[in-house]
Structures are given as C-alpha cells and as structure tokens.
C-alpha cells in the first residue's frame, strides 16, 4: 500500500479567533484535499501572531507532510504569514522583481508604496503562484521535506491557486487515490435510533470511513472511501437505506425542498401553505428550488385570527371552542388554503412557537400540522423543543417531512 500523505489547513486572522467573523475556506480546502487523495489531520485557526504562527507550524509539521494556510498575505500591518514562513525557514525576506514588477501599476492611489510592495517580497528560496485575481501571491515553500502553501484568505482568490498547488502536490507524492463518498440525507429519526440502525451494518464494511453528521432537524449520514472501492460503498449505501426505510429522503445534494418537488411534479399536483407560527418559512423553503412555480401556488400567512377566519373560512365557532392553535382549526385551515389558492393540496400550521403563550393544556411548542387532499384531511400533532426561531425552523421540517411521506403513499403520473 502506498504511503498516505496527511495534511493540515491553517486559517489565520485574529477576526475568526475572536468570533468576529466566520470563515468558509477551510470547509472547501476539507473537501478539496480528500478529493486530492489527502487526509487533513487537523484544521487550525490562527490570530494574526507571527511568533504564534511560527510555533504552531514547527508542531503541526511533525506529524503531517503539507500545510495548507490561508489568510494574512495581504499589504496591511496585521497580514503576517510571509513573516512566519521567513522565521520557521530561517531565512530573510527578499523582493520579488517579477512580482514587484506586476504590483507597481496596481498601487492604488494614494497608498504607501512600500507598505503596499510587501506583497512582492517572499522567503529565500520559496516559490510563488501569481495572483489571478487580486494583488497578493501565493507562497510554496520546503520545510524538512515537507511542504507548505500559503493562499490568500478571500475565497475567490485562494480557489483561483488550487490548480498550481494540485500541480504542485502531484510532481512531489504523485498521483494519490482521491476520498469519493456519498451521502444519506435522514430527517424524522434521531442521532441515536440512526446509530443503533446502522451499527451491523458498519460493522460489515470495515475498509469504509461512516461519519453521522447530526443537525438541528436532519442527519447527514456519509461513507467514505477511496477510488477502487465504489462498489463497496454502493453496497453499503443499500444496506443502509435497507435499515433507515422512508427516513432517508435523499442522497448527496439532495433537499426537502428538492425532493418534494420532483414528487409533486411526478404526480402532477400543486400545493398552497397556510402558516400562523413560521410566517412564510414553509413557502420560502419550497421556493427555494428552481421551477418551484410549477408547483407551488403561494401562501397565506394568518397570525391573526381574523385572518384565519377570512382568507381560509376558519369557522369562529371552531376558534371559540378549540382555540386557534388545535387539531381543527389546522384541518380547518389546510382545507382552506387549497380551496382559496385553487390548489390540489393544502398544507397549514398552527402552534405556539414561544417565549410566551403556553399553558398547562397547550404548552409552547405544541404544533399542528394539516394536509388536505382529494376531499380527505390529515393532521398531526407535534410536541416539539427549543427556543421560537429553533421551533418554528423545526416546524417547517417536520410539515414538509409530512408532506413528502403523504407524497410517496400517492402513485406518480
């Protein structure tokens, strides 16, 4: 078996280490190495320290071959990166002519020229990668037979160097078998029923990498593995949904959204939404996939109980007794919007999202959910945690899981 060159990514700038600001090239460097055959050991963010930089480099590069660092190459006081290659290379810093060459009509107007050349300078002996876009080089540089590139921080300028790294890269390790994996998109179910489901199954695929992403309403569930081994991840992919059943709704880039969409467009069908505690969520998220006017009638807000009762012919005798937020008035209010948008289907909610308006028969977070279709009216009750935004986020999940389980018992064409 051929070696496994391990890699980090080093993201610099005291913004991020103080919350200030969030960054996505990281991420992107994650997913671009493991497609380059390079494990990431570590993913480090770095205040702009020169000394702190140095130090961490000297650490990191005992236990990985190349070092990825993005951010501080640029004109400013605080853009230290090339400082911290010089000091861990022990060697000076030395002015590029050909970058000072093409940095000197790009001087902007009123800038110090000399701060503003810094970009031009590089440690003895460390190569460059011209800036495509942008002013500020990217620096390859040999540390112990092990390599470092610095990019810049912005991500456009950083994604336009990868292709000389990747060039870079395959001259010194070779070609390395790239990561290939795919996805499972799992909503309904929790993290640890997920767990328990699958856990034979990982045990039947050894060779393959399973990682269970939870998040706030789905679970990512992807298997990994190397080039040469799609089979062995297809299979395992089919045991799991075997496991999972209708919990998986998609793979890979797939969306509620999405999903939901083919399925309505297969079955020919459009849909309105009437909603009291998400305020629109629920049609914004449908939306959110092109061709969405294929399907998608509109919505219609209804907080108000006013509302409710003259836009969707709620009953007020049904509001009086059950309350605005029951499994009636969510019937009432499903049947409603389909008529009133000229719908085949309707889709309503209705609850309390919170801090206040609970009680002891209706708690915050109880939600209603109602389908209408075809003369017949479902509707289910949820019990749902959290604070208001995280309630009314979790509502508009679970009413388009409903929808999309209801849409797969309907046959397509």
Known sequence: MSKKYAAAVVVIGTELTLGRSSESNSEYLGRWLGLMGYPIRIVLKLPDDARLVTDELKYLLRSVDLVLITGGLGSTHDDITREALADLLAKPLLLNSTLESGLRPMTPEGADYESFIKQAYLPQGAGFIKAASGTAAGIIAEYHGKVIYALPGVPREMKAMLEAVAQDLTGRFGRQPGLISKCLNIIGVSEPVVASLIDPVIGKHEQLTVNILAKPEEIKLTVIGEEGQEAMIDQAVIEFRDKLGSDVYGVDGDTISSVIGRSLVERRLTI??????????????????????????????????????????????????????????????????????GADMGLSVTGIAGPTGGSADKPVGMVFVGLAHQGETEVWELALKGDRLSIQSKTASMALNALRLFLLKEPAG
């Open 272 to 341: 309105g939404v009437a909603e009291s505690l998400t305020a629109g969520l629920i049609a914004s998220r449908i939306a959110e996939t092109a061709g969405s006017s294929r399907y998608l009638r509109g919505g219609i807000v209804a907080y108000d109980n006013a509302v409710k009762e003259s836009l969707l012919k709620v009953s007020p005798e049904t509001i009086a007794v059950r309350g605005a937020v029951s499994r009636e008035v969510a019937a009432e209010m499903a049947e409603g919007v389909k008529s009133a948008l």
